[in-house]
């Protein structure tokens, strides 16, 4: 994080102490096509700038689906990286997928779900991330959790919420 970010981060992280308002950093998924291109791939970089932030409105909104992706594509344990973060986290994007990384220039949902990669946003339980221990790593979360998933697999939401 340069300075400049930081004092941007930190500024808006004032107007939110004085509207109430939390900012959130989202851990960014990889890609296959581009290297470590933002410290966000890394749950555990992202971490370490907002404790280095240090300032109580600013936290993390975890993408459970990023957080898989990343782990898969640079090799760190993925449930270590979500208790990591656990004590930061304000916000949770839950969704699904198989941990295959695609490239920035694969757009066609169709056929990445065909292929199983990428991003895919499908309901808990359709895919391979360990959703029951991710919710034992947040078992002192209590902040808002979204079901973030296309609305191709709407039918299977309720699968999901079962």
Known sequence: ????????LLSLAEDGER????????????????????????????AGR???????R???????????????RYGFDFLEAVR??????????LHDNFGRVCSSLEKKQIELFALGRGDM???????EIPVEEVFSA??????????????RYLAWAGDALG
Do not use: Q, W
């Open 1 to 8: 994080m340069n300075l400049r970010e930081e004092e941007a």
């Open 84 to 93: 990591s973060v656990a004590p930061l986290v304000k916000h949770v994007h």
């Open 19 to 46: 509207l109430d308002v939390t900012l959130c950093l989202e851990n960014a998924r990889p890609y296959l096509d581009s290297g470590f291109y933002c410290y966000a791939e890394n749950p555990f970089r992202l």
């Open 138 to 151: 947040l078992c002192d979360y209590s902040g808002l959790l979204i079901n973030e998933i296309r609305h």
């Open 58 to 72: 600013i936290g993390i909104t975890l993408d459970v689906g990023h957080a898989y992706l990343s782990a898969k």
């Open 121 to 127: 946003h499908l309901p808990i339980g359709k895919g």
């Open 50 to 56: 907002v404790r280095t932030l240090n300032h109580p």
